[in-house]
């Protein structure tokens, strides 16, 4: 049973990952989507750190350092990266939920590179969630595909094989060395990518962008990722990922309420699939002997 501080911190790291999407949308206003990631990801970096109480905690062995640097280009350059990029031509609301079949595909993955049981309710969940993807993408090509679907499409991709490589060989390590490590292993990446692959815009330095990235940099990355890594050490990774769905959910009212985006009736369908199938794939699907195994000291949420 988890405790009420456990809860609330879940919710509060959903509230604060929900705000990227409309806030992603305003940051594009001044800058392109690369920028916006280097950003992030430098502001995200000074946070860790500090949060982190410096360079203590970071492991010395170059394997560890290499999956950390591994981890920080897929879960921080590779899957922003696309994020923003996709968010570019998309609206915040579907970015987000697309994103958000995360929990989808990791279970497929999950059951590929860590041989994870793969129960009925959990390729029933799997599917179903995947059906409402192809309902969000009926509706994008009567309208015409662009390729910001695809980037959002690789984004969750690339995040859910980051979460692989996390679960698989540094879940044992420190929470906050690991927080602050990847992002800075991300930066010179991201700097290069933005440098050859846009035009920088120098007049969208202002209060509102900068603003707005110390809040991604600090809530939206350093002490959300955190409280994430803090959960899935101590609790069933599969069980944390059924309540996902809340991120694009509230996502989707604050893009109405920040942005005025209104959605149509495809993407609520599309939607609700997708948050149905993650709740069946990852709590329902849970066999009777998985919770906590494989990892010390994990709990129910």
Known sequence: MASVRDVAAFLAMASMWALNYPLVKIALLFEGPLYILLFRLLFGAVFSIAIAGGFRHVP????????????????????????????????????????????????????????????????????????????????????????????????????????????????????????????????????????????????????????????????GSALSYLIYFHLTRKYDVSLISGFFFVVPAISVLLSFVMLHETSTLFTYAGFGLISAGIFIASTMGRTAGSAGKGKPGSREL
């Open 60 to 219: 010395a062995g170059l394997r560890d350092n290499a999956l950390i640097m591994i981890t920080g280009l897929l879960n921080s350059a590779l899957f922003m990266g696309f994020w923003f990029l996709g968010e570019r031509t998309e609206s915040a609301s579907i970015s987000s939920i697309i994103i958000y079949t995360f929990p989808i595909i990791n279970i497929v993955l999950s059951y590929v590179f860590l041989r994870e049981d793969l129960t009925a309710a959990r390729a029933i969940g799997t599917v179903v969630g995947f059906a409402g993807v192809i309902v969000i993408f009926i509706e994008q090509l009567s309208i015409g595909l662009n390729t910001g679907l695809i980037y959002l499409i690789l984004a969750a991709l690339v995040w859910s094989l980051s979460a692989v490589v996390y679960k698989k060989y540094l879940s044992g390590r420190s929470v906050g060395s690991v927080n602050a490590m990847q992002f800075i292993y991300a930066l010179p990446f991201v700097f290069v990518w933005a440098l050859f692959g846009e035009k920088f815009r120098a007049a969208g330095l202002g209060y509102e962008f900068l603003g707005t990235m110390v809040y991604m940099g600090l809530f």
